[in-house]
């Protein structure tokens, strides 16, 4: 089974290129749904962030309380820290599972979607990292018509993480995504049918 990697900067259009993914019939695992999962009501990684920055995190329906979180890691890095760890060993966890499963099933390839992938060393666990390109300028206005952000905010996120650069010396395939949408989708299914060959086309979801 192949295992690919997907990963690009806030607003590149992975969300986009994954939803194609699963349309193609390949399993998709979303790292972002599986880290807010992490810590969801009720759940053990809650214990565990409870037990680690204290009470006085949680919302009186016993949920994560975000604000307050982002708060206190803003100035705090320990905290930062402890939070991250809980949160990357369960993901780290659940991929693994996920994985695990892709291979009983027999898939030829699965997908984990990480918006941080190389920053958290996840490339090595793959066997090809594709990468969702676009120019930090249609980032930024991607980014601010999709959620409203305000321009400083979407820059400072950008700024936070590792450039484009940096992130193409470690992709086997990269997908511009500055264009047109069609291009990028066409280019993905190119790409999906090298890789499986004659069995492309078999797990295709059909709308
Ligand atoms: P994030 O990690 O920040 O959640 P993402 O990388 O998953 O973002 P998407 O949500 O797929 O990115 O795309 C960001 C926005 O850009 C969406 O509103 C999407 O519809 C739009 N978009 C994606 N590709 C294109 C394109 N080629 N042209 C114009 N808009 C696009």
């Known amino acids: 089974m192949v295992v690919i990697g997907l990963t690009g900067g806030i607003a590149s259009g992975k969300s986009t290129v994954s939803a194609e993914l699963r349309r193609l019939g390949l399993p998709v695992f979303d790292a972002d749904e599986v880290s807010r999962q992490a810590v969801a009501a009720g759940s053990e990684g809650l214990r565990l962030v409870r ?119 470690y992709a086997g395939v990269i997908f511009d995504n500055s264009g047109e949408l069609q291009d990028t989708l066409e280019a993905v299914r190119r790409e999906v049918k090298r890789i499986l060959g004659e069995d492309f086309g078999r797990q295709e979801k059909k709308n």
């Open 51 to 169: 037990q680690a920055l204290g009470d006085g995190y949680l919302t009186e329906a016993g949920e994560l309380d975000r604000e307050k979180v982002a708060a206190l890691v803003f100035n705090d890095k320990e905290a930062l820290k402890k939070l991250e760890t809980i949160i990357h060993q369960i993901v780290l966890q659940e991929a693994e599972l996920f994985l695990a499963t892709c291979r009983q099933q027999n898939y030829p390839a699965a997908v984990l979607d990480v918006p941080l992938l190389i920053e958290c060393g996840w490339h090595k666990k793959v066997d090809v990292v594709w990468l969702v390109a676009v120019s930090v300028q249609e980032q930024i206005k991607r980014a601010m018509l999709r959620s409203g952000m305000a321009e400083a905010d979407v820059r400072n996120r950008i700024a936070a993480q590792m450039s484009l650069e940096a992130k193409k010396q």
